[in-house]
Each structure stands twice: as C-alpha cells, then as structure tokens.
C-alpha cells in the first residue's frame, strides 16, 4: 500500500498525488482511491471484491476511533497541541471577552453579531424564557424524587407536542423560531427540574436579568422580591457554558446528529442529544471527579493515591482526554472561574487536593508520558458544587450550555447536501440457516 504512486494494467508507475493505492492480496488487483482532506470515501473500499457478487471491503470502527461521519466548520480541535476554536476564535478569547447568548449567536450563525444583532438576539432569547402552563403541569407529574436528567430529558422531547409545526424543519423561518425556543426554555426547564427534586415551588423566569442570572434566580429565589445574583456567580456560570457549548463529534453530538438525520424536528434530536449525556461516561465524568477527591480525603493520602494509581489499584478521574493529548485548554480557564467563585462561597477543602493533585501530576513522568492532562471535567465539579447543586445537576448544567452547539450542528446537519439518515453496516457475527424446533422438541 502507498500513496505516492500507482501501477497501470501495463505495469508503468506514474505520479499519484493526492491518492491512495491499495493492492487487494486476495486477487492481486491495483485500486486507486482519492484522498481529501486527509480521508478516503469508505464507499471507495466498496470497490474492491473478489468477485461481482462480493458486497466489497468494510470498514471496523465501534467507536468511531478514526471514522469521520461529517464535515463541519463549527469547531476547531487539535488535541497534541491543546487547541480548541468555535468558527475559529479560540476558547480563550471568547471565555473571557464574550458572554455565552453571544458564543450562542456565533456556533448558530457562523460569525459574531454586530452590537444591534446581540442586542435583538438577547431580546428574543429572554422572550422566549416562559415555558407553556402544561409544561409545568407535566413536569409536576414527576415523582419527587425524579433525576433532574430524566426530567429535562422527557420535557424537552415533549416540546415537540407543544409546537407541532417544529417538524417543518426545512421552512427557514420555523426552524429558527424553534432554535430561539430551544435556547430560551432550556434553562427555565433545568431550574424546573432542580426545583420540583427540592420538593420547592417553580420560579418563572425574570426578563431584566441575564441569561446565567436568570437561571440563578430561577434556581435559588425563595421569597426576596427581586433576586440579584452575584455577579462574580454569574459570570463564572456563564463561562461554563461558553465553555461546553460545542466540542466537535462527541458522543451527545453525534447522537443529535444520528437521530436528526431522519428528519425528526429539532426538540426529539435534542432530547437524544440530552440522553446520551445523561451516561457516566459522558455527562458524568465531573461527578467521578468528586468522588476521587473525598476518597483521598487529605493531603497526606495523595501519594498513597498516586502509588496506587501507578499500580493500577486506583484511578485517576479528570485526567486524560480521547481527544486532548496535550492540558485541555478548557481546564486551565475553569481554573481561574473556581477561583472566583470560591471568592463569594468560600474555599472548598477539596480544592486543595484537588491543586496539590494537579501539581503532583503535572511533574510526574509517569503522567507526562502518558499524556494525562488535566480536562474540564476535574475543576467543573467543584464549580457546581461550591453553586449548591446536587450531583444529579451536574449533567443538566451541562446540557444548557451544550444546547446552543447540538443546534448549530442539527442546523449544519439539515442543510448538508451529503447526509443521509444514518445507518452504520455491521459484522454479522450470528447463526445462519437455523431450522424452527417445534417447543415439545426442545430441551
């Protein structure tokens, strides 16, 4: 197999740039396949038979290792070098120049909004805030000690019921009003659902603060006239969001994307976006994160920790990433915003540990080598918890800020001329031709 040159049915080699020649073993067949942009089509492989009737070459990947399922120009990841973009601004600089209804604008749009744009577009989102009465009605017919997930989940996918006209998704003009929609009532229904698991009364949304103060205000307000949330609260919420709105073809965006390739409306290709980030292994992680720390419970347990760690009797929760090979540039920002919010809650002992753990890490061989870096998930959960929230929030808060990308990718999605619903081919691995037994025939 090479890619720099290729033979004819005469045997001459010529030049073959921007290609790949495979030689099927099996026949002694030559196949030259395109590469762009650094792939090859896997319908290509197709091509390559035994004879007509063979189906063609497949390819194996459970997990997506190395297949790409799109082309998108929403984010920007280069995982060696810690690089992470939305439309080519990088993280950092929206973390700390912009507000998340503007990161929001930017992944939905394509490009930041002028200051009238921002303006009108805040506007509608805060407009928009006020969910349908039986959206209560049906979120109070929860157990009261439903997860917050759960619920999130089944009153998302039940918005499609309320605006039925949602399934047009190719009127540009109804489509819109749906991703204003989804944007808006994402945290009205994330404050519901942290409200009704606190046996607490429903606040409505308040229209004269912000999009992260409102959530704030929904989520803590008792019996003040008028809730101000900190400042200092507000703007390290908001840079959570910006922080996980979009992170390219993950597990959550991928499923938006699966199921939004049916042409289902935007409310039930959300709400498999918000299942899929409902798993441990996805929405979860800053959770296990938590748990590691009280485990250590002190300093001095940290290099016991770390020796079993080493040893393969411990595992290090918050390091490491699929994509990241380098310190996810995520983790180093959420840093800063812990810090800021401990200003108002006070310091956490487990932030502590969790530095020391850091530091330890950080000069160890045995980490460097392996590339375990610290990701977003190792100082989120100390966030969220030093802001109250239970353990089962966790996911949820992470949904409100994933919205406003799962949208930008269905809307990409439902606008590429190369998608089709998705269908992966399999390996067939089971029984053929078995015979019927009749049941007084079987033992």
Not at 203 to 220: A, H, I, K, Q, R
Not at 292 to 307: K, S, V, W
Request: proline content about 5%; hydrophobic content about 40%; glycine content about 8%.
């Amino acid at each position: 197999m090479t890619t720099e040159t290729s033979q004819s049915a005469d045997g001459s080699v010529s030049a073959a740039a921007g290609t790949l020649t495979i030689v099927d073993n099996r026949t002694g067949r030559t196949y030259e396949v395109p590469i762009e942009d650094g792939t090859i089509r896997s319908t290509e492989l197709r091509k390559i038979k035994v004879d007509e009737d063979d189906f063609g070459i497949m390819t194996y990947d459970p997990a997506y290792m190395n297949t790409a399922s799109c082309r998108s120009s929403i984010t920007y990841i280069d995982g060696d070098k810690g690089i992470l973009e939305y439309r080519g601004y990088p993280i950092e600089q929206l973390a700390e120049k912009s507000s998340y209804l503007e990161v929001a604008y930017l992944l939905i749009y394509g490009r930041l909004p002028s200051r009238s744009e921002l303006e009108e577009w805040t506007h509608l989102i805060t407009t928009h805030t006020f969910v349908h009465e039986n959206i209560k009605d049906f979120m109070q017919g929860f157990r009261y000690d439903a997860h917050p997930m759960g619920m999130l989940l089944a009153s998302v996918g039940a918005l499609s019921t309320f605006y039925p006209e949602a399934n047009q998704i190719k009127d540009p003009e109804l489509r819109m009003m749906q991703v204003v929609r989804l944007v808006a009532k994402m945290p009205t229904l994330a404050a519901f659902a942290y409200r009704h698991n606190r046996g607490m009364p429903y606040v409505y949304p308040d229209n004269d603060l912000s999009y992260s103060g409102n959530f704030l205000s929904m989520l803590y307000k008792i019996a003040e006239l008028k809730y101000q949330p900190d400042p200092r609260l507000e703007r390290a919420l908001d840079v959570l969001f910006i922080l996980h709105a979009d992170h390219e073809q993950n597990c959550s965006t991928s499923a938006v994307r699966s199921v939004g390739s049916s042409q289902v409306d935007p409310y039930s290709a959300t709400a498999a976006g918000i299942a899929a980030l409902y798993g441990p292994l996805h929405g979860g992680a800053n959770e296990a994160v938590l748990r590691m720390l009280r485990r250590i419970g002190t300093l001095e347990n940290i290099p016991d920790f770390i020796a079993g760690v080493k040893a393969g009797e411990q595992r290090l929760m918050g390091f490491g990433h699929r994509v990241y090979k380098n310190f996810d540039p995520r983790a180093k920002i959420i840093k800063r915003a812990v810090e800021d919010v401990f200003e108002v809650t006070g310091k956490n002992p487990l932030l502590h540990i969790a530095t020391e753990l850091e530091k330890i890490a950080l000069e160890d061989e045995y980490f460097i080598s392996r590339k375990l870096y610290p990701n977003v998930d190792f100082y989120s959960g100390l966030i969220y918890e030093a802001l109250g929230m239970p353990v089962e929030m966790f996911p949820v808060l992470f949904a409100i800020g994933r919205t406003s990308g799962w949208i930008a990718q269905w809307l990409e999605m439902i606008d590429d001329g190369e998608q089709k619903i998705a269908r992966p081919r399999q390996i067939y691995t089971g029984a053929r031709g078995v015979d019927y037994v009749p049941m007084a025939e079987r033992s």
